[in-house]
């Protein structure tokens, strides 16, 4: 999966991300960056709304665990469990969030528990970023539902 491919899959499947204008920078192994500017995601104080900035962050470390399971030929359903977000600094213009896994994820377990279980759950983390220095900090429990149980 390109970083084109995957950002039309976001824009045909979550309709938030194209409403959002959230472009996909980098997709790699390791990590997905997305980006989205001010304008469709700004508050009365003219920053931006912090439903948006999780937004990204979420949708960031939903797609590193949509393309990782993909990469390996796992079809599955992918839902959000609990989530918190925190934030270190107002944002007034265009930012960025950029996920990885949890410190103590294990990858090869939530995929070894997601054949064998059909379900797999791990953690995500991911940072939001506005020139040159974090702007939040996300942290995410996500499930994977073999896609012949759901």
Do not use: C
Not at 22 to 47: F, G, K
Not at 68 to 80: M, Q
């Amino acid at each position: 999966m390109t970083e084109g491919e995957l950002q039309l899959y976001l824009h045909e499947h979550i309709p938030l991300s194209r409403a959002m204008q959230v472009e996909v920078v980098a997709l790699q192994e390791e990590s997905v960056i997305l980006r989205a500017p001010l304008a469709p995601n700004i508050n009365h104080r003219e920053t931006v709304f912090g439903g948006s900035a999780s937004a990204l962050a979420i949708l960031a470390a939903w797609s590193l665990v949509h393309t990782r399971l993909a990469r390996e030929g796992i079809a599955s359903r992918i839902v959000i469990q609990s989530n918190s977000m925190h934030y270190d600094a107002p944002i007034s213009g265009t930012f960025s969030a950029r996920s990885q896994l949890a410190v103590g994820a294990n990858w090869g377990r939530f995929t070894e528990m997601l054949k064998r279980k059909g379900r797999g759950r791990i953690e995500i983390s991911a940072v939001l970023d506005f020139e040159e220095g974090i702007a939040g900090r996300f942290s995410g429990e996500f499930v994977a539902l073999d896609a012949i149980s759901v």
